[in-house]
């Protein structure tokens, strides 16, 4: 069964950093592309972040750039988001979701899911 | 930056059929899909490359994309149905979400 764990996430002050974590079990994690994507409260899903199984790509969303970092250790079966100088409106759940297997650049879907983890940032 | 416009809200008696929509330029060129996501849950793809429906969707889940409209249509709908709809798309290498659909069965 696949797994996306995600962790990492609490309160943090306004202009702190802060490091996520999805934990994967269940798939080969070295061979799929995965993503962050967050959830503001009451706000729509927002697209963070993108990584390739090698590392090799990595895009970001335009608003976001410049303050998170997205990577990942094949070995560990993990994914990271790093998001310094923490904003008021980076208060959200954030998923990470694995792009299925076999598609092709833009004909490609999140086909699995974690659970989340609330970030909330207090002035 | 690429668009994506939903409706804000969607309502839909039981048994009818429930369209959502996704407007952006020229999104018939591209592939759509789309994610149903409750409160307190993960979001779930319902389809995907505009007409393809995942095993365990029920076959009242069907989508459509053309010229700069993407539809995702729910026939029979149930009241489990009751959720919020977002359709997403690729620009260039970037993925775009809609605002979502609150689609409410009463």
């Known amino acids: 069964e696949v797994q996306l764990v995600e962790s990492g996430g609490g309160l943090v002050k306004s202009g702190g950093s802060l490091r996520l974590s999805c934990a994967a079990s269940?798939?080969?994690?070295?061979?799929?592309?995965l993503n962050w994507v967050r959830q503001a409260p009451g706000k729509g899903l927002e697209w963070v972040s993108s990584i390739s199984s090698g590392s090799n790509y990595i895009y970001y969303a335009d608003s976001l750039k410049g303050r998170f970092t997205i990577s990942r250790e094949n070995a560990r079966n993990s994914l990271y988001l790093q998001i310094s100088s923490l904003r008021a409106e980076d208060t959200a759940v954030y998923y990470c979701?694995?792009?299925?297997?076999?598609?092709?650049?833009?004909?490609?879907?999140?086909?699995?899911w974690g659970q989340g983890t609330l970030v909330t940032v207090s002035s | 930056s690429y668009e994506l416009t939903q409706p804000p809200s969607v309502s839909v008696s039981p048994g009818q059929t429930a369209s959502i929509t996704c407007s952006g330029d020229k999104l018939g060129d591209k592939y759509a899909c789309w994610y149903q996501k409750k409160p307190g849950q993960s979001p779930v793809v319902v389809i995907y490359?505009?007409?393809k429906r995942p095993s365990g969707i029920p076959e009242r889940f069907s989508g459509s994309n053309s010229g700069n409209t993407a539809t995702l249509t729910i026939s029979g709908t149930q009241a489990m149905d009751e959720a919020d709809y977002y359709c997403q798309a690729w620009d260039s290498s970037t993925v775009v979400f809609g605002g979502g659909t609150k689609l409410t069965v009463l």
């Open positions: 490359q505009n007409t």
């Open positions: 979701a694995r792009v299925a297997a076999g598609c092709s650049r833009g004909t490609c879907y999140f086909d699995s």
């Open positions: 269940g798939f080969t994690f070295n061979s799929y592309t």
